[in-house]
């Protein structure tokens, strides 16, 4: 056995349950041991949280840009290895393990400028000889809760602003990938953070993740995961009047109008239905066909669908990697289950593949002849599955596509400027692609959806100052 990774609590790596770190594409390797904190190490690390967070929220902005600096650089520069790593645990391929590790790097770079720009108002009063400020303050312990699903830039566009604004973290990553969570607390704690101000607990939500999400010392929580968690950690955060921004799923559309230019539409829906093996919850899963276009379109996804190669994430040749582990397997097969019971025709894909490895290999899957009461258009699959949906016209699909629980992204493929811009102001989403895959955003601009896709302000760029600081209003007699 390897030497396991430890966990970090008031900057002391304490020992725990070393747990084994599995590649999807090949069960055999194991990518290392990890230890899983206890709710009490959970605790502790909340404590030391607390304590850091006084001396942490006055540091300056210099301070506190250089450490980010620091963190982004070491993280560029090892992207190739963070990118395997990244690779090896949650089974994207390697550019794309390499892709998110450059997204990481560039979001603690850009929260790094972030520092550099302190925003507060100065204002006369409404009453004679009164003036007014308007600063944001940090807020304190911020518990971090992150998916497997983007192993590091998650972790990023939430550990960077909440360091920034002054924030200290108690940082839970998903059980299944601790490896780059690891990796990027070292990279943070050697960067030159005080003791206290970045914990990291790895292991179960149910252990760690409650031990968290039920102290009153956690004073703002930041989740992204299944709708189901997400939701029920909300309430239990209103109950402790405590600020809570919970990303979770989404059924997002993809419309193709039969003006669209259909090979950039399949561009489109290949990229955003497949690609990071359909585990992104800004993944494509209703597409919206008009009826004139349908069965050319199909036919065309169709022949595409049958050329991509499925294998081992490390493979140069690879372009989508293994489904993340049997039980998500298991799940996406039972939806091949539901839509065929449903009476969804089964276009191609679903099936188990093999490789020269033991790894969770599936073709992805599309249907078509569905509709959009079926289960597999209106619940969240998390695989490479995708559903097309005929509609009559326009009016038709934008009334299609916002009928869902969801509502994180929506994208159309049309060459018309109408239809265009139509969407874009009816679409309820949070975000909107145009002749653009629904997933694949920026890191500059909000992220975040509507309904039960997302609760709280929205991530990234200056709008994560919205929930990593509060605003203060102080009025001063001249
Ligand atoms: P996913 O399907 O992405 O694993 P989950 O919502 O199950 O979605 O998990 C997302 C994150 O939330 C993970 O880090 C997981 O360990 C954590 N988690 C799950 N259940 C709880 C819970 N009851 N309390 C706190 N954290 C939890």
Known sequence: MTEPKLNLVGGQWVAGDATPNINPSDTSDIVGHYARATAD??????????AAFPAWSRTTPLERHAILRRASDEILARKEELGRLLSREEGKTLAEGIGETVRAAQIFD????????????????????????????????????????FPIAIPAWKIAPALCHGNTIVFKPADLVPGCAWALVDILHRAGLPDGVLN???????????????????????????????????????????????????????????????DVAADCVINGAFFSTGQRCT??????????????????????????????ALSEDTQIGPVVDESQLTQNEAYIEI?????????????????????????PALFADCTNDMRIAREEIFG???????????????????????GLSAGIATTSLKYATHFKRNAEAGMVMVNLPTAGVDFHVPF??????????????RYAAEFFTTVKTAYTAA
Not at 41 to 50: C, G, H, L, T, V
Not at 205 to 223: H, M, Q, R, W
């Open 283 to 312: 993944a494509s899963s209703r597409i919206i066909v008009e009826e004139e276009i349908h069965d050319q379109f199909v036919a065309k996804l169709a022949e595409q669908m049958s050329a991509l190669r499925v294998g081992h």
């Open 384 to 406: 490479p599955v995708a559903s097309v949906i005929p509609v009559r016209d326009y009016d038709t699909a934008l009334a299609v596509a916002n009928d869902t629980e969801f």
């Open 110 to 149: 850009y929260f790094a400028g972030e520092c550099l720009r302190p925003e507060g108002e100065l204002l006369p009063s409404v009453r004679p000889g009164v003036g007014v400020e308007i600063t944001r303050e940090a807020i304190g312990v911020v518990g971090i809760i992150t998916p497997w699903n």
């Open 200 to 262: 990291l607990v790895m292991g179960r939500g149910s252990v760690v993740g409650k031990a968290i999400v039920e102290s009153p010392d956690v004073a703002a929580l930041t989740f992204t995961g299944s709708q189901p968690t997400g939701a029920a950690l909300a309430v239990q955060s209103a109950h402790l009047m405590r600020k809570a921004q919970m990303e979770m799923g989404g059924k997002n559309p993809f419309v193709v109008l039969a003006d669209a230019d259909l």
């Open 448 to 461: 975040g959806g509507r309904k039960a896709s997302s609760y709280g302000p929205r991530e990234q760029g």
């Open 339 to 363: 839509g065929k019971s449903e009476g969804a025709r089964l276009v191609g894909g679903g099936h188990r593949v093999e490789r020269d490895t033991k790894g969770f290999f599936q073709m």
């Open 41 to 50: 190490q959970a605790r502790d690390a909340i404590a030391a949280a607390k």
